[in-house]
Antibody, heavy 119, light 110 residues
Framework: EVQLVESGGGLVQPGGSLRLSCAASGFIFSSYEMNWVRQAPGKGLEWVSYISSNGRTIYYADSVKGRFTISRDNAKNSLYLQVSSLRAEDTAVYFC????????????WGRGTLVTVSS | QSALTQPASVSGSPGQSITISCTGTSSDVGSYNLVSWYQQHPGKAPKVVIYEVSKRPSGVSNRFSGSKSDNTASLTISGLQTEDEADYYCCSFASSGSLAFGGGTKLTVL
């Protein structure tokens, strides 16, 4: 089955860190560009970060630049997001989303993992 | 990286057509034919219904169509059905490799 499964979310104190993971299956992971998109409770979608299929090109939203780090391991069919210096406004469901190579849209989404930043 | 502007809500009756607008700037919607639209039902992951302004992915009903004029993109849903009731988000490529989403539009099918 073609799917993306996120994990690693949880409750963390302000200033803390987490490593989110996204396991891909059912397709050739190394052929796709990947993104993280988040959604705060009851709010809209916010793009967070992009990584190219070979991992050489990376982009971040201004709101997370310098605090979040995206990476991937094509041998393990996995995408990661290291989130650090967390703030209350980072509380959200974090989705990983696949983008076909050379395209700028998301054709496959995971179910998301919830990150809650609170003391 | 500013959010695109969408109406907070729209509504229509079964069988009718509705249009959701998505207004950006000359740095995003106006400069690139890279607007996509996503449907999200409560508690579910989003699903793409339109990409590259007007292209429909395989499996998406032809009742969904997209267009763009200057800095504004639009999603039209014709022949409204109860299952179309959901939140809809536009998204555009912006300069410097970033992407911007709209604030979302809640569609109610009366």
């Amino acid at each position: 089955e073609v799917q993306l499964v996120e994990s690693g979310g949880g409750l963390v104190q302000p200033g803390g860190s987490l490593r989110l993971s996204c396991a891909a299956s059912g397709f050739i992971f190394s052929s796709y560009e990947m993104n993280w998109v988040r959604q705060a409770p009851g709010k809209g979608l916010e793009w967070v970060s992009y990584i190219s299929s070979n991992g050489r090109t990376i982009y971040y939203a201004d709101s997370v630049k310098g605090r979040f780090t995206i990476s991937r391991d094509n041998a393990k069919n996995s995408l990661y997001l290291q989130v650090s210096s967390l703030r209350a406004e980072d509380t959200a469901v974090y989705f990983c989303a696949r983008a076909p190579q050379w395209y700028w849209y998301f054709d496959l989404w995971g179910r998301g993992t919830l990150v809650t930043v609170s003391s | 990286q500013s959010a695109l502007t969408q109406p907070a809500s729209v509504s229509g009756s079964p069988g009718q057509s509705i249009t959701i607008s998505c207004t950006g700037t000359s740095s995003d919607v106006g400069s690139y034919n890279l607007v996509s639209w996503y449907q999200q039902h409560p508690g579910k992951a989003p699903k793409v219904v339109i990409y590259e302004v007007s292209k429909r992915p395989s499996g998406v009903s032809n009742r969904f169509s997209g267009s763009k004029s200057d800095n504004t993109a639009s999603l039209t849903i014709s022949g409204l059905q109860t299952e179309d009731e959901a939140d809809y988000y536009c998204c555009s490529f912006a300069s410097s490799g970033s992407l911007a989403f709209g604030g979302g539009t809640k569609l109610t099918v009366l």
